[in-house]
């Protein structure tokens, strides 16, 4: 590529988020913030720090939320959840992040501890993710994604229904949301235009999962609904004690989806970086997300 060509590039980079979670471990702790000194200089527009799904993390996401700005000067973005707390509590959480500067919030239902079935809104709680969203709202003026599925989420009674879910966050007072992944790019775009026929305009930005392990990626989809094309069960036939072979394939699955969705305009991006750095580090460079050093 020559030099006009790699500035024509870096010019229509698209915008791009990461995503982390709390860890558990010190060596996972080491990894995570190796991870996110590696990806600051990409200048993301925000940081997301899960939660857990049944909202068992939360200490350790407020740990890393104080962190985060502190030490690199990026923009977190906790999750919250109608988990496992209280209308109140989780209006004390939100004014708490408020104080500390925090501006943007990822609102989800979130999901039952596991072996205890069903979902089931919690009495003194909010109930669901656009209940959530209001009641944010009315803490502040606050920046908020929520969740949206492409495939439908496992739980919902049909695609219409769940799209009507999707609506009321927005109705809530959303500002963007951001898909569960997915690998057809054909979905993405399908929903994208079921979404703007049922009036929805914000962004939906697409959920990208860079793939580090594939039985993991295979528990994780049937987990969300998300499917595994044939084609990419394919791709890593064979490569479960070949982790060389098996990042390269990975870094090009995800570069050919990213190049393929930008083509169709879309301009922001959200990665999924289980903690890890190397694979969202090649796939932002491929799009022209460069570091400063690297630009220069």
């Known amino acids: 590529m020559d030099q006009l060509s790699e500035t024509a590039v870096r010019r229509n980079a698209p915008k791009v988020s990461f995503e982390f979670f709390p860890p558990q471990t010190e060596e996972m702790e080491r990894t995570l913030w ?106 502040a003026d606050f920046d908020i994604s929520v969740a949206a599925y492409p495939e439908v989420h496992p739980e919902a009674a049909s695609a219409a229904a769940d799209l009507d879910n999707l609506k009321r966050k927005f109705d809530a007072g959303a500002t963007r949301a951001i898909t569960q992944f997915f690998f057809d790019v054909g979905i993405y775009l399908r929903f994208r235009d079921r979404c703007a026929a049922a009036g929805i305009t914000a962004p939906i930005v697409p959920g990208i999962l860079p793939i580090t392990r594939f039985p993991q990626l295979t528990r994780f989809a049937e987990r969300c609904g998300a499917s595994v094309p044939p084609w990419l069960v394919e791709r890593f036939d064979g490569l479960d004690e070949d982790p060389d072979t098996r990042r390269l394939i990975a870094a090009s699955v995800a570069i050919e989806q990213v190049i393929r969705l930008q083509a169709e305009g879309v301009d922001e991006f959200h990665f999924y970086t289980l903690n890890r750095s190397e694979l969202t580090y090649a796939i932002c460079h491929a799009l022209g997300v460069r570091g400063r050093s690297a630009a220069a």
């Open 34 to 139: 190796h991870s996110i000194r590696r990806l600051a200089p990409l200048g993301p527009r925000f940081v997301s720090v899960t939660y857990g799904a049944d909202g068992s993390t939360r200490e350790r996401t407020h740990a890393a939320v104080e962190r985060i700005p502190r030490e690199t000067g990026l923009t977190p973005a906790p999750h919250l959840t109608c988990i496992g707390a209280s209308r109140g509590e989780i209006d004390a959480i939100a004014r708490e992040y408020h104080d500390l500067g925090v501006r943007h919030l990822v609102a989800l239902r979130g999901d039952p501890p596991q072996g205890s079935g069903r979902y089931r809104p919690q009495r003194d709680g909010y109930a669901y993710a656009a209940d959530l969203v209001a009641g944010l709202r009315r803490v």
